[in-house]
């Protein structure tokens, strides 16, 4: 113990002067939290039963649906470690970076909740699934080839509480409030659904949009009331949100991932004569006009180049605007 400081299988605990329990979510830094459990290090403690895994548990984020289903991002403060040296290795990098294991806990009242297959991890409870192709097969055919969806929809029914899969990757949980309040959004980033929300395949509305915008043909149309929890290449924070009123969102690049369902997308040339868009060098730019709001994602570019061979070298080149398109779908969650 140093200064009141205890060093616990590389995680710093501190307990103040008012009895709580803090920890370091990144060693060496002021970046602490309070302890969701209060039991502060428990590493020597062990698990018996589900509850005492849970309260090592905190809330990332929660929300509530009307008929009382509880929608939840939690994550593990820390894994507490490996015997295998170089999973131990990546566990403390991952742990210095601030990067967390995160899970989607939904808890049912009487109600039920849609999850996409291969997305349930456990559950408890008096529960049952039931599988259809949410509405019929030619409505399963063009969810799945259309909007990158799958064909069969998993819904489960009662009450209990399920748990997807973990991932250190982010998600959104976004409320959809009846008619007229859809959402618009890049394939694969609808992962499950509470309430009674719908999922289909919207079309581009132009030609020129969906040759030359880089989005696809169709894209996924979320309807209904509800809370969807949204599979996000960028976290939430990372994420800029632009509320239109009658007005135009320009972007260079397809790392837009979400639109209200008022807003139009086209495709434009950046000037109205075909020599000023080659002088200029943007060429053709993402439109978004109306009213309503946008999701953009600047950082997920960035995060594609990281993964590339070269790294961080990427960014020691002339950063031209011209390589802001990104790769379409989404990579496995990890």
């Known amino acids: 113990m140093v200064d009141g400081i205890i060093l616990e299988n590389g995680i710093e605990w501190w307990l103040s002067e008012d009895k709580t329990t803090w920890y370091s979510r990144k060693a060496g830094t002021e970046d602490w939290a309070a302890d969701p459990s209060g039991k502060g290090p428990r590493s020597s403690r062990v698990v018996t039963k589900l509850e005492d895994l849970e309260d090592r548990f905190e809330v990332i984020e929660s929300v509530t649906t009307a008929d009382g289903t509880k929608v939840e991002v939690i994550g593990y403060p820390a894994l507490l470690g490996s015997s295998d040296a170089r999973t131990a290795e990546a566990l403390f990098y991952t742990h210095q970076s601030g990067a967390k294991l995160k899970m989607v806990r939904i808890t049912l009242s009487d109600s039920k909740v849609r999850v996409e297959p291969g997305a349930l991890y456990f559950m408890k409870g008096d529960l049952a699934m039931q599988v259809s192709s949410g509405g019929g097969f030619f409505k399963g055919l063009k969810r799945k080839f259309f909007s990158g969806e799958t064909f069969f929809v998993n819904e489960i029914h009662g009450t209990g509480e399920i748990y997807l899969e973990p991932t250190f990757g982010h998600f959104i949980l976004h409320t959809i409030k009846g008619q007229g309040h859809g959402v618009i959004c890049d394939k694969g980033m609808f992962y499950a659904g509470a309430g009674n929300l719908k999922v289909s395949a919207k079309m581009q509305g132009t030609l ?120 379409s779908g989404f990579k496995k969650r990890s």
């Open 208 to 327: 020129s949009a969906s040759l030359m915008g880089g989005e696809g043909l169709f894209q996924s149309h979320i309807t209904g009331s509800g809370v969807a929890v949204l599979y996000s290449p960028v976290p939430k924070e990372e994420i800029m949100k632009h509320q239109l009123v009658d007005s135009k969102l320009f972007v260079d690049g397809n790392f837009a991932l979400l639109r209200t369902e008022e807003i139009v997308f086209k495709v434009e040339r950046s000037s109205k004569k075909l020599i000023g868009s080659a002088v200029s060098g943007e060429g053709l730019l993402q439109t978004f006009s109306g009213t309503g709001e946008v999701w953009i994602a600047p950082t997920q570019g960035v995060y594609e180049k990281l993964a590339t061979p070269k790294g961080a070298a990427n960014f020691a080149e002339n950063p031209s605007s011209m390589g802001t398109m990104i790769k």
